[in-house]
């Protein structure tokens, strides 16, 4: 069974950065296609990164091209999504995907597993 650990939230102002991590534990990881969504207060969970499971491909929402980037290290087990020029807009719990499919369902039917989130606040 996987397992996924999220750290790396916070409270940062806007025009800052943050790195989430997502620790991957149970199973084989290079198996795995790995991805954040993300759900603000009284908002629809987003879709917000996924990463093919040799890295070499990843898509992102329109909401964040440009601003976050998605990684991977296969030999730590670890999926990172690095987030810079927050937004206000970009506060919402993240959340960690594990997936045997790539392209990531962007609705998030079907994961595989999810982790149990993080806060990211942005202040203005």
């Known amino acids: 069974q996987v397992q996924l650990v999220e750290s790396g939230g916070g409270l940062v102002q806007a025009g800052g950065s943050l790195r989430l991590s997502c620790a991957f534990s149970?199973?084989?990881?290079?198996?795995?296609?790995m991805g954040w969504f993300r759900q603000a207060p009284e908002k629809e969970r987003e879709f917000v990164a996924g990463i093919i499971w040799s890295g070499d491909r990843t898509s992102y929402a329109d909401s964040v091209k440009g601003r976050f980037t998605i990684s991977r290290d296969n030999a730590k087990n670890t999926v990172y999504l690095q987030m810079i020029s927050l937004k206000p807009e970009d506060t919402a719990v993240y959340y960690c995907v594990a997936d045997l499919v790539y392209p990531l369902n962007t609705r998030g039917i079907g994961m595989d597993s999810w982790g149990k989130g993080t806060l990211v606040t942005v202040s203005s």
């Open positions: 149970g199973r084989a990881f290079s198996s795995y296609a």
